[in-house]
């Protein structure tokens, strides 16, 4: 019997090295194996995470590989990498930042750039050389042409005073009444041209063709071929695109803010990034029929008719303003349900996160009340990119767990 224990002893000791030795490769395979799983998450959902391919069961993006064991709350990018991203930075510095009340507007024609091409003598439209509107046409081109009784027999009474005058040079009194005969004919645009023509000829022509006085945009059309009018009769508007007026509407209690001649910025609709600077020409003292606003009004210009009349065209008159105060282009800050953060660079190609409060802002900057110091150097472009990088490379949001949220 003690024998058998004996036996059963050394067996124990002897394999007991054994057994450890296994179980300590099977801990260390077991261990290792549990370094090298990979965790996957969704870009766009870093809550989501699983150490398999797949899908987000938020959104459906495939998910996307991360180091879960990498805690460093920054990124390292290479420089191409910053050019594709189109990183910029800018140093924070203080200075003053204005807020804006944005008045609705439009873009109108200004009528000191429209004309109305009339009729000099009465008769019949014969041809109309502009016959839809919409057309542009230049100055000197020719726009209609007319046929006047009236002006033949200003014609023949020319032709016989030049007979006279012809036929007894030295009587004063017939070179008076050819004088006088002339005068009638350059008053209804008889050109020298014209005159030498119709002594040449000896031939009435009672047809004037009439150029535009001015270039623009043919926007009314009143009279149509073999309409008779009389003279001074309109016949056609034409409209010069080159200098718009900028009319905005506002309330009588914030007329107190605007004065004529004060700078303001106007922002047209599909050119937001081209704001352009007005000066306040008008302000309506009365209010508008069936309404209770005002209008404000100026002029901008307008370079290669690029802007039409009617398109909105908003006005931002400045209401508030600060001094000294730490700003950045809106762009620059990122907001969330969190708060809000920007990218700080703290080496060439390293960029790290900082939560910041803000105070106010305007449309294109906001000012950063806490978070940062005058001489920061801030990403102003790229700064989602570098966002969407660090969810993407780590599988967490980078303002989850820092110091400062609800600031």
């Known amino acids: 019997m003690e ?8 067996a124990f000791v002897s394999l007991a090295p054994v057994v450890l030795l296994a179980a300590c490769k099977d801990a260390g395979k077991k261990q290792a194996g549990e370094e090298k799983v990979q965790t996957y998450t969704c870009p766009m959902h870093p809550q989501i995470v699983q150490n398999k391919p797949g899908t987000c069961p938020v959104c459906g993006m495939d998910l996307v590989p991360f180091d879960k064991n990498n805690k460093e709350a920054s990124l390292t990018l290479g420089e191409s990498q910053m050019a594709l991203a189109n990183i910029t930075t800018m140093v924070v510095g203080a200075g003053a930042l204005s807020n804006f009340r944005q008045l609705n507007g439009r873009l109108v024609t200004d009528p000191e750039k429209s004309a109305v091409i009339s009729s000099r003598v009465a008769g019949r439209i014969e041809a109309l050389y502009v016959k839809e509107t919409g057309v542009k046409v230049s100055k000197g081109q020719p726009l209609y042409k007319i046929y006047s009784e009236q002006l033949a027999s200003l014609q023949q009474e020319y032709l016989l005073a030049v007979a006279q005058v012809t036929q007894f040079p030295d009587d004063a009194r017939f070179q008076q009444i050819e004088k006088a005969a002339r005068q009638k004919l350059v008053l209804y645009d008889q050109s020298a041209g014209d005159i030498s023509r119709l002594v040449q000829s000896g ?13 623009g945009v043919v926007s009314g059309l009143t009279a149509t071929e073999g309409q008779y009018v009389n003279e001074g009769g309109e016949v056609m508007r034409l409209e010069g695109y080159s ?27 599909g050119w937001e990034n081209e704001p352009q600077t007005m000066t306040v020409q008008f ?20 370079p290669d008719n690029r802007w039409q009349p009617g398109l909105q065209a908003n006005i931002l008159l400045p209401v508030t303003s600060k001094g000294n105060v730490l700003s950045l282009p809106a762009d620059a800050v990122i907001r969330d349900g969190k708060g809000a953060h920007v990218w700080i660079q703290k080496a060439r190609g390293k960029f790290e ?12 900057d906001v000012e950063i009340t806490h978070g940062l110091v005058a001489g920061d150097t801030v990403v102003i472009t790229g700064a989602y990119l570098l966002y969407s990088e660090y969810i993407l490379k780590k599988g967490a949001d980078p303002m989850a767990g820092m110091p400062g949220m609800g600031h």
Request: without cysteine; positive net charge; aromatic residues 8%.
């Open 243 to 269: 200098q718009l007026w900028v009319e905005a509407d506002l309330y009588p209690a914030e007329a107190a803010a605007v004065q004529v001649g004060q700078p303001v910025k106007v922002i047209i609709a």
């Open 283 to 302: 302000i309506n003292p009365s209010l508008q029929s069936g309404s209770q606003l005002m209008q404000v009004r100026g002029t901008v210009p307008n």
């Open 203 to 215: 031939k009435v022509n009672p047809y004037v063709t009439y150029p535009a006085t001015v270039s």
């Open 353 to 364: 996160p900082r939560v910041v409060s803000t105070g106010m802002e305007n449309f294109d």
């Open 3 to 10: 024998r058998k224990s004996f036996l059963k002893a050394v």
